[in-house]
């Protein structure tokens, strides 16, 4: 077996994971006869006395000296020493979008009208970045690090989020009780001044989402209070949705109670029709008492408005009709 042989080495990505954005290959010669190995998901780049060299995307198995070498900026006529090999660092780039969970660590104060110290809010959601600028990341990055995780990128995302949350949900008047609907519209607005910061350092922002908003658990029974009341306002919706209830839990007593707050509102609403077609009645009655003192005769019964169709007596009540 011959020297080379003996000496070859593997250039890779042995711990390639979707948590981390990039890692790099260093303090290490490459020697002759090394293989340069990218996976799919993955570039490498070479870089030599910190300069990038080549960018390579296709995924393989490629022989660095035959392969890799010729195709350098700066390294095309570099010949491997019998003792020693190319002193460079390769770093290598994950291309997939990563997406994490954040929450806010503290209850954001948000300004509220009527509340002199505030609303205190916290959010919950995900967000989706990957690598949009390799030679930023390496101006910015890559320099001082050798490997970029997706916690590096969600501590910068925080660092942010709570001064963009304030602001984009205090901008056009939103209402400060119904966030969740507004989320849509919020998120949108985060995700692009989220991007254009985190650009900076060569990453991209693909999608921000905020899941939920929670208020203080005594906002929230009051939240919930008033929904039930406006709910209750509705007599009949109230009655079923008890009803339902207690029917699906098989809960006899519970049952009971559910009939028996139904025949109550049945009584209820019987008293209210019967005390409608007593007010009815009456009307028409006044209505044909007026009509009568102008033609002589009631065309209805001033009693029980009945129609007279000309009759003396009521076919009703049996009331006189005729003056």
């Known amino acids: 077996m011959s020297l080379f042989?003996?000496?070859?080495?593997?250039?890779?990505?042995?711990?390639?994971?979707?948590?981390?954005?990039?890692?790099?290959?260093?303090?290490?010669?490459?020697?002759?006869?090394?293989?340069l190995i990218i996976r799919p998901g993955q570039d490498a780049i070479v870089l030599y006395?910190?300069?990038?060299?080549?960018?390579?995307?296709?995924?393989?198995?490629?022989?660095?000296e035959t392969q890799i070498i010729p195709f350098l900026s700066t390294l095309k006529g570099w010949k491997f020493g019998f003792n020693s090999g190319l002193r460079a660092e390769v770093l290598f780039i994950n291309t997939k979008e990563l997406t994490v969970k954040w929450g806010t660590k503290n209850a954001i104060i948000l300004p509220a009208e009527g509340l002199p110290g505030g609303m205190p809010i916290r959010a919950f959601g995900t967000f989706s970045c990957k690598v949009a600028d390799e030679q930023i990341l390496i101006e910015k990055v890559a320099g001082m690090q050798n490997v970029f995780t997706i916690g590096d990128v969600k501590e910068r995302v925080m660092s942010n989020l709570d001064q963009l949350l304030m602001k984009w949900i205090s901008q056009e008047g939103k209402d400060m009780f119904h966030l969740q609907s507004y989320a849509p519209d919020i998120s949108k607005g985060i995700a692009s001044d989220l991007d254009y910061e985190m650009r900076r350092i060569g990453i991209g922002i693909t999608d921000f989402v905020i899941s939920s908003v929670s208020y203080p658990e005594e906002v929230q029974a009051m939240l919930e209070k008033a929904?039930?009341?406006?709910?209750?306002?509705?007599?009949?919706?109230?009655?079923?949705?008890?009803?339902?209830?207690?029917?699906?839990?098989?809960?006899?007593?519970?049952?009971?109670?559910?009939?028996?707050?139904?025949?109550?509102?049945?009584?209820?609403?019987?008293?209210?029709?019967?005390?409608?077609?007593?007010?009815?009645?009456?009307?028409?009655?006044?209505?044909?008492?007026?009509?009568?003192?102008?033609?002589?005769?009631?065309?209805?019964?001033?009693?029980?408005?009945q129609p007279a169709n000309g009759a003396k007596f009521c076919a009703n009540c049996g009331t006189k009709l005729v003056p």
């Open 227 to 305: 929904a039930s009341q406006s709910m209750i306002g509705d007599v009949g919706k109230y009655q079923q949705i008890a009803m339902a209830d207690a029917l699906s839990n098989g809960n006899s007593a519970a049952g009971s109670a559910a009939s028996t707050m139904a025949g109550l509102g049945a009584g209820m609403a019987m008293a209210q029709q019967m005390a409608g077609q007593a007010q009815q009645a009456s009307g028409q009655a006044q209505q044909a008492a007026a009509a009568g003192t102008v033609t002589g005769a009631f065309n209805f019964c001033p009693n029980c408005g």
């Open 49 to 64: 006395n910190g300069k990038t060299e080549g960018i390579f995307r296709d995924e393989g198995r490629f022989d660095i």
């Open 5 to 35: 042989s003996q000496l070859a080495d593997v250039v890779e990505w042995e711990q390639y994971n979707d948590e981390t954005l990039f890692w790099k290959w260093t303090n290490r010669e490459i020697k002759k006869g090394s293989v």
